[in-house]
């Protein structure tokens, strides 16, 4: 369990990944599983989704992946401005689901969760759960356009994913610039 003190976040620190994420990334396009360009405000991402995203993408989500979501966040504001009565992001029961496939890191080109979340007092359920049950770091609000864009054109879906954090004593969350390399 993480705890926060004024001093700042005891465990599950940024530090804890400050020699930088080196991993295999995932790009789960779901507005491209749905045909879509992106998603609609308040839709929450599932498992279902995320099972039928590796099937037709042809990959499997394993462990040590960091799992990415495209929401079409940036293509959407670029057209109609921002989300109104919510965003798009993983629905909470996706949690079990990172767990089991021992996903390593996890992120969005938004928050993480949908929103409304559908989970009584909570308001961010996935993200809550992600860090400090898991104790997996989370990359928030990434531009996946040009990632989505690359992996289309290649109809290839996974890639070297690397990212170093700025090293805050304590801190909890950083500047980060994440990297795929096809």
Not at 144 to 172: D, H
Request: hydrophobic fraction near 45%; charged fraction near 20%.
């Amino acid at each position: 369990m993480s705890e926060t003190t004024a001093q700042g976040c005891k465990n599950l620190a940024v530090t804890n990944i400050a020699n930088g994420i080196f991993t295999r990334g995932v790009l789960m396009d779901i507005p491209r599983l749905k045909g879509k360009a992106w998603l609609d405000a308040g839709e929450g991402v599932t498992v279902a989704d995320l099972e039928a995203w590796e099937t037709k993408a042809g990959f499997k989500v394993g462990p040590g992946d960091a799992v990415v979501l495209n929401t079409g966040r940036w293509l959407r504001r670029a057209e109609e401005g921002t989300w109104q009565g919510g965003y798009p992001g993983f629905h909470a029961s996706t949690v079990p689901w990172f767990k089991a496939r021992d996903v390593a890191v996890v992120g969005t080109d938004g928050g993480l969760d949908v929103y409304p979340s559908g989970v009584p007092n909570s308001g961010a359920p996935v993200h809550t759960l992600v860090l400090t049950a898991l104790g997996m770091p989370i990359l928030d609000v990434m531009d996946l356009t040009e990632v989505s864009e690359a992996a289309a054109e290649r109809k290839r879906w996974t890639f070297l994913l690397t990212a170093a954090p700025i090293r805050v004593p304590n801190g909890t969350g950083s500047a980060i610039n994440a990297i795929a390399t096809f």
